[in-house]
């Protein structure tokens, strides 16, 4: 090789390292432009992909935020809420009342009476829908009943517990237990996926309640069970009315619910009415008044009124058939004149007036006690039960290792036909 050759070799050498010096500097400016400028087709489709998850855990997360319940009067400013489902009476006897003008008038004279029960109702459907929606197993007693309560609370949305509100202590009974269970401070009962749990809520409206149940269950093979007990309540509902004698509803009833069976275990249970459970008058603040509905015909002659409120309520069960009181009380209510009973200590006379002054005659449970800052009050209030003040209603229940279930739904008996203002799409 000659120097001339040598001279452009060299040339060439010099030229080849500035043009690869050149590109590296290229692919280093791009590599610290990417982070703030330009990324490369992968980064890019990684950022795409993170993004995307980010907004769908945002999009979750506000999904997941709790919307909050408002007073129902915001949906009816008006202060007219749906009615019920109207029935017209089964009797004979009755058919003119249906096309009665007088009858008719004089229903309207009422109305605001029967607005109150109608407004009881709606928040009543919207808090079980509410209930049915949330309520799972491996939740406690005491978180379903405060979910139901504080519901009832915020659509209620009354500055005092008299004006409008809960009814009377949600009965959460389960399995054998027929009713008055509600849990008190420091159950740790929990819901499990075979339970059966009755669910008795009470809505109030200016002491007017609308008194409506329904059972809970998660396994599909109790449906037997429940639509015994469903299909009763459903035909004592049809077989009121104004002049219909008690006795021939029970009648009715047992009929229907007698008449299925529930298959459990590869066992054949007969559904059995539970005699001495019924349904019943309801007066302004008074959950059980006067009448009381029998499930079994009891030889009651006595017949419904014209005006009348009713709770038309059944159970069945796969045990005896037959309730009775056992287990550590929850409900209690003052019995009606009680204010002015004489109590045995100062401390009674005082949780008296308190019970007075908040609940009136609307029953109550110890949770609404400890909730409104009551301490130290168990020895007080037996002596308010001993002396008559207050009444005591503790669990009712069947024979350990049966199961029970109840429906139930308020009527209104109107001056031309009767409303189930209780009534909705799920029952």
Not at 107 to 130: L, M, S, T, Y
Not at 138 to 143: A, I, P, S, V
Not at 164 to 192: E, M, R, W
Not at 217 to 232: C, E, G, R
């Amino acid at each position: 090789m000659n120097s001339e050759q040598k001279t452009m070799s060299a040339d060439a050498s010099v030229e080849g390292l500035e043009k690869k010096t050149q590109e590296l500097d290229v692919k280093d400016t791009a590599k610290e432009e990417t982070p703030q400028g330009k990324k490369d087709g992968s980064e890019e489709e990684n950022e795409v992909v993170e993004n995307s998850g980010e907004a769908k855990s945002k999009k979750k997360k506000k999904n997941k935020k709790k919307k909050k319940l408002t007073s129902i009067d915001s949906s009816y400013p008006d202060g007219v809420f749906p009615e019920g489902e109207w029935q017209e009476y089964p009797l004979e006897v009755n058919s003119y009342r249906t096309t009665s003008e007088e009858l008719r008038h004089l229903d309207r004279q009422k109305n605001n009476h029967w607005q109150d029960f109608r407004k009881g109702a709606e928040i009543h459907r919207r808090v079980r829908h509410k209930a049915k929606s949330s309520i799972r197993p491996g939740m406690t007693m005491t978180e379903i009943a405060n979910l139901i309560e504080d519901s009832i609370r915020s659509y209620a949305s009354a500055d005092h517990h008299l004006k409008a509100g809960i009814g009377f202590p949600t009965g959460l009974s389960l399995n054998h237990v027929a009713a008055h269970y509600t849990p008190n401070a420091g159950d740790k009962v929990v819901l499990n996926y075979e339970d059966v749990m009755k669910v008795d809520i009470g809505v109030h409206v200016n002491g007017h309640i609308v008194d409506s149940a329904f059972t809970l269950t998660f396994d599909d093979k109790y449906d037997s069970l429940l639509n015994a007990v469903k299909d009763a309540t459903n035909t004592g509902v049809k077989e009121a009315g104004i002049d219909v004698r008690l006795n021939d509803i029970g009648a009715a009833v047992q009929e229907v619910m007698e008449s299925y069976e529930l298959e459990l275990n590869g066992k054949t249970y007969p559904v059995k009415c539970i005699r001495n459970l019924n349904g019943h008058n309801i007066g302004d603040y008074i959950i059980h008044s006067g009448k009381t509905v029998p499930i079994v015909p009891n030889g009651d002659m006595t017949k419904m009124e014209e005006g009348e409120t009713f709770a038309i309520e059944t159970f069945g069960s796969t045990g005896n058939g037959i309730v009775l009181s056992q287990g550590e009380c929850s409900h209690y209510a003052m019995n009606k004149g009680a204010e002015n009973t004489r109590v045995p200590s100062e401390r009674a006379k005082g949780l008296l007036s308190f019970i007075n002054e908040n609940f009136g005659t609307l029953p109550w449970c110890r949770r609404y006690l400890d909730r409104l800052g009551q301490e130290k009050y168990l020895v007080a209030l037996n002596q308010l039960v001993r002396a008559g003040a207050v009444e005591d209603y503790p669990p009712l229940v069947d024979v350990k290792g049966s199961y029970t279930a109840q429906f139930e739904h308020t009527i209104l008996l109107h001056p031309h036909k009767k409303e189930v203002v209780s009534r909705g799409d799920d029952y």
